[in-house]
């Protein structure tokens, strides 16, 4: 769950922390307070876009910090695959805005956009005006049934999606490989071309990195003849001023003398050393000078066959390896367009056994879809009732897309109907704003055991309700509050009675500026902030007891 949100320079908000517990929170206050901003502080800490108006006035940079505490094995599990490891059960996640860019940080580690925003999928579900709003979109009610059913549609959509793109691949080959004669005979001329260029040179592998380095020794022949020479010369024994020479010579002098001081001995047995290695060295010398034989018959064959392979590699391959390879796929080529009506049957074969595949797949898919579309429209029915849609009747319709897709060829839609004799129409078109934001609390609800995220934020949930409507939908919040966080923002008075805790955002005014605080109310502030909301600017003694009823009858809901 969120445990604790850190605010700094955003907006009105200097700087804001808030320690948030299970169950239901509510924030509360009043209009240009800063609520949305908390909320929006948020969204923007999960990846969401950013601006430099965003900043406070005068602040170099904006900061957001999320601590969560994530409890749950799958959901740890979820995070581990996505190389986040929770330390002490906690992820930290940050964002810092500099301008119109930001730093982003998980448990202090800088990450991509892309790799947050992934990490806080699997760690709060946020929803606003625009998530209610995406019920409008059609293509989002198919999404929705395959997250209820997705224990068993999850490995058919996995293994639908490789099938199709095999088959799609399939296709692909098969359009491309159907030709006229006339191209087909050029293509067979040219591969046969190619081949006979290729297999002339009868290729061996790693023969171009030998050869290279025969030639490269056949060209420096003269100067590896003459430097050797020089050092067999210098470190022998036949030319008065050698090396050999002038050691072999230092030597008898010093045995000459070794036997008048003894202490030479050790000198003499030193220089012996010395002259029985070079002699060894002058000795392996020559016998390498025996080996240089230059042959310009022998270097001219190496050139002309480096030419070749060169020529071949600078057009079929970058290594010899790679033009071998080049020879074995167009040998095969060239077979099946020798046999083309044959190659082209065995293709058209393979896509239709794939297609004959995809189609089990995609049936497969629709009958697990149908059923749980059944189970899904009854259950979001029952919570719509409960939302005080008394007389709904809700239906998820199916239809066949002219197409297979990755997901299958499903297109399904929700169909609503609020009255009582009225037809079940298309979602989209009937629903106002308030109706939606009870309709996705009542899919959310419904989806809530299905997942393993465990905090879930509602901003606007409250939009066009009131009265025993705003009553029904604090009592949802607070059932999916049993099971997981739950963060709203509300207007409501009958939605903050329900709060397990409640938070007001309040503006204030010191020297000059506007600052946004955030405060966690006790029982007694709470009552009051609740009389603040249904008594507006007058709050009496009566409307302190309707809060204080309205507190007392939400405990009870409760137990």
């Not at 749950?72 to 992820?91: H, N, Y």
Request: proline share 1%; hydrophobic share 40%.
């Amino acid at each position: 769950m969120l445990s604790h949100l850190h605010v700094k320079n955003l907006a009105l908000i200097q700087e804001a922390e808030i320690d948030f517990a299970g169950g239901l929170n509510i924030l509360t206050g009043e209009t240009g307070a800063g609520k949305s901003m908390v909320i929006g502080s948020v969204g923007l800490a999960l990846g969401g876009k950013i601006s430099r108006e965003m900043l406070r006035e005068g602040a170099d940079y904006g900061l957001v910090e999320l601590v969560f505490q994530a409890d749950r094995k799958r959901q740890q599990e979820r995070l581990l695959e996505l190389g986040v490891v929770p330390e002490d059960g906690q992820v930290i996640i940050s964002r810092k805005i500099l301008g119109g860019k930001s730093i982003n940080k998980i448990n202090g580690e800088t990450v991509t956009l892309g790799q947050l925003k992934e990490t806080a999928s699997a760690l709060i579900d946020m929803h606003g005006q625009q998530e209610h709003q995406s019920l409008l979109n059609k293509k989002k009610h198919l999404e929705i049934l395959d997250e209820f059913a997705k224990e068993e549609i999850a490995p058919v959509k996995e293994e639908l999606a490789s099938v199709f793109g095999t088959y799609r691949s399939l296709e692909k080959r098969f359009r491309e490989a159907r030709m006229d004669e006339e191209s087909r005979l050029r293509e067979v001329s040219l591969l046969k071309f190619e081949l006979e260029e290729i297999e002339k040179a009868e290729l061996v592998p790693g023969e171009d990195e030998e050869l290279e380095q025969r030639y490269r020794k056949m060209t420096n022949a003269r100067r590896i003849l003459e430097s050797a020479g020089t050092a067999y010369r210098l470190t022998g024994y036949e030319d008065p001023q050698s090396a050999g020479t002038a050691i072999g010579q230092a030597l008898r002098e010093l045995q000459g003398v070794t036997s008048w001081d003894e202490g030479l001995q050790g000198l003499a047995d030193q220089l012996a050393d010395v002259d029985s290695l070079l002699n060894d060295f002058n000795r392996d010398m020559a016998e390498y000078l025996t080996t240089l034989e230059f042959s310009e018959e022998e270097f001219q064959e190496a050139e002309e066959r480096l030419n070749v392979l060169n020529h071949l590699k600078a057009k079929y391959g970058k290594t010899l390896d790679l033009v071998i390879k080049y020879q074995e796929s167009q040998q095969e080529r060239l077979a099946a367009l020798e046999d083309y009506d044959a190659y082209l049957a065995g293709m058209e074969q393979e896509m239709q056994e794939s297609k004959k595949h995809l189609t089990k797949l995609c049936t497969k898919a629709t009958e697990i879809r149908k059923r749980y579309g059944e189970m899904l429209s009854s259950a979001v029915r029952e919570h719509l009732v409960d939302l005080n849609f008394l007389n709904v009747a809700f239906e998820m319709r199916f239809d066949t897309l002219g197409d297979f897709t990755a997901g299958g060829l499903d297109d399904a839609e929700f169909f609503i109907s609020t009255n009582p004799g009225e037809p079940l129409r298309p979602l989209m078109k009937i629903a106002s704003g308030g109706e939606l934001s009870r309709i996705m609390l009542a899919v959310k609800t419904v989806l809530a055991d299905k997942d393993d995220i465990d905090t879930v934020i509602f901003d606007e949930i409250d939009t066009g309700i009131s009265g025993r409507t705003a009553q029904k939908v604090s009592e949802k919040m607070m059932l999916i509050g049993k099971n997981r966080q739950v963060i709203c923002i509300t207007h409501l008075a009958q939605i903050a009675a329900m709060a397990d805790s409640h938070f007001r955002i309040e503006k204030q005014v010191k020297e000059g500026e506007t600052k946004t605080q955030v405060r966690r109310l006790n029982e007694k502030e709470s009552i009051e902030e609740l009389a603040r909301i249904l008594g507006g600017a007058a709050i009496t003694d009566a409307v302190i007891k309707n809060a204080e009823e309205m507190k007392r009858l939400a405990e009870a809901k409760k137990c």
